[in-house]
């Protein structure tokens, strides 16, 4: 297929939130894998005594922070153009779209590493895979929404 086909096929905005998307995600993982290998050294992490968390569940909980701002900026200022008065608002959309994203993720994340027994990192990577397609599609039609003017 022809590049300048597949840009007909593809919306600018559809091949800016692979990019970007691409480069958050690619971070993300890189933050996971150090997280999950070195920093907590595949070993449970135990909260007050009372709450113990499995290595590879408090690698995705601890990479959010980063990835979710990084992620809204890049949509926010690059992909989606959403340039009003109302950013407080579309991060509290994307927050709430990236919150169904942690919930898919957590139970893929649980699914494949828990059940199926594969290694956590690729599974992160298969499950942000399957995730993404989710979240393109409420950042598009629910965070970054833009509202006609009548």
Known sequence: MNIDLLKQKLSNETIKYLFFGSLNIFIGWVIYFVNYNYIIDKENVEIFDFLTISPHIFSLLSTFPFTF???????????FKYKTDHMGKSMYRYFIACMGSIVINYILL???VDL????????????????TLYSFSMQKRFTFKTVPIK
Not at 69 to 79: A, E, K, P, T
Not at 116 to 125: D, H, V
């Open 110 to 112: 649980k699914l494949f």
């Open 116 to 131: 199926f027994g594969w290694y956590p990192t690729p599974s992160q990577i298969l499950t942000t895979c399957l995730v």
């Open 69 to 79: 701002f990084m992620g809204y900026f890049f949509n926010y200022y690059f992909v």
